[in-house]
């Protein structure tokens, strides 16, 4: 595969890169380098982790990335997730593993870390609190919203303000060319990137994707998550496990995608803030390359699209009904998502574990 093909391929459905001179320089000196995506282990897996992330991981590894999956099961602890119960966050990093197999992640191209594995080594402790001390309290708190957390908290666990550091660390420890991550990442990653030119270290490069909506569209909570107003509702009106008729679970079934996407906002010729939407972009088009419309004929009959510029063009005229659009939205995502469910259907003892951990929250 040629460097051009390498870069489109890191590249495609990226919000922003950090910086493409780097990674286009990357690509041309080392023919594997190595990248990682980090995930706290806290509930069940959605389409934007799952699908988005999971797309972008398989894209990585097809340009010759030696890849990363790294299971943050000390950092979900920190952020009390799954209520802070370390038997069940492992629990749910072994789920992780089994769904990104089944959505197409050979574990055979890919390495799976615990931060547990870093954590025991005396060195790593050194690298937190160097970069602790380089960087000042406020900058720190500056970057809380990586925990999902607001920049103005009223009361706050002095454990929080390692975590910043620790993700930080976690890139320099594995020694990572580049970190990958969803755009409410980006703040630790800067971070990372600051330190690196303190202290001397090697700077990673960023790749960022986009925030997935949730189904019921933009979020009109006066939550602050980021200075940047646009960002700030990318962040709040993400795709959320907590909040399961907002999302689709990997392995929702074929009756519960439907009704959920049936439900879901999509206003008639808008683009912008369009979870249906954003799903044939940042999915469909990611994994299969088209999208079809099945209509009646009196409707205009069956159409279908090669690109994702030509669905937003006939969508912005007006001459695709916004039920027509779901249907075939959710007979896509369900063809997509066959395989997890019929991992599921053979193996169920992670998921089961995963949903009586659900019940118990």
């Not at 089944?102 to 937190?128: F, H, I, M, Q, T």
């Not at 000042?136 to 975590?163: K, T």
Request: with cysteine.
């Amino acid at each position: 595969m040629d460097k051009s093909e390498r870069l489109r391929l890191v590249l495609r459905n990226v919000e922003e890169t950090v910086t493409k001179s780097e990674i286009e320089r990357l690509l041309e000196e080392n023919p594997h380098p190595r990248a990682y995506w980090g995930f706290e282990c806290s509930g069940l897996m959605h389409i934007g982790m799952g699908l988005v992330c999971g797309s972008k991981i398989k894209d990585m590894i097809k340009a010759g990335f030696e890849f990363i999956i790294y299971l943050a099961d000390w950092h979900s602890w920190i952020n009390n997730k799954l209520g802070g119960d370390m038997e069940k966050i492992r629990i749910c990093g072994e789920y992780f593993k089994e769904c990104f197999t089944a959505l197409g992640v050979d574990p055979s191209k890919v390495k799976y870390v615990w931060a547990s594995d870093l954590v025991g080594d005396e060195g790593y402790w050194e690298k937190v609190i160097k970069i602790a001390k380089s960087v000042s309290l406020q900058r720190v708190w500056r970057a809380l919203p990586i925990m999902g957390r607001e920049m103005n908290p009223s009361d706050i666990e002095a454990a929080w303000i390692y975590y910043p550091c620790m993700q930080s660390a976690d890139i320099f420890h594995m020694e990572l060319d580049v970190a990958c991550a969803g755009m409410d990442q980006r703040k630790a990653h800067m971070l990372a990137r600051d330190v690196a030119e303190k202290l001397g270290w090697r700077k990673p490069s960023c790749i960022h994707t986009h925030l997935l909506l949730g189904l019921q569209g933009p979020s009109k909570s006066e939550k602050r998550f980021d200075e940047d107003a646009k960002l700030n509702v990318q962040i709040s009106s993400k795709m959320s496990k907590s909040l399961p008729e907002n999302c689709i679970f990997v392995h929702d079934s074929p009756e519960d995608i439907e009704r959920k996407i049936r439900n879901a906002y999509c206003p008639p010729r808008q683009v912008e803030g369009n979870p249906i939407l954003e799903i044939a972009k940042y999915i469909i088009f990611a994994e299969e390359g088209k999208l079809t419309v099945d209509r009646p004929e009196k409707y205009g009959g069956k159409i279908s699209f090669n690109s994702f510029s030509e669905l937003e063009t006939v969508y912005l005229k007006g001459d695709l009904h916004p039920l027509d659009l779901k249907l075939a939205v959710a007979k896509s995502i369900t063809e997509i998502l066959k395989p997890v469910r019929e991992h599921f259907s053979k193996h169920p003892e992670r998921l089961e574990e995963m949903m009586k951990i659900e019940v118990t929250r």
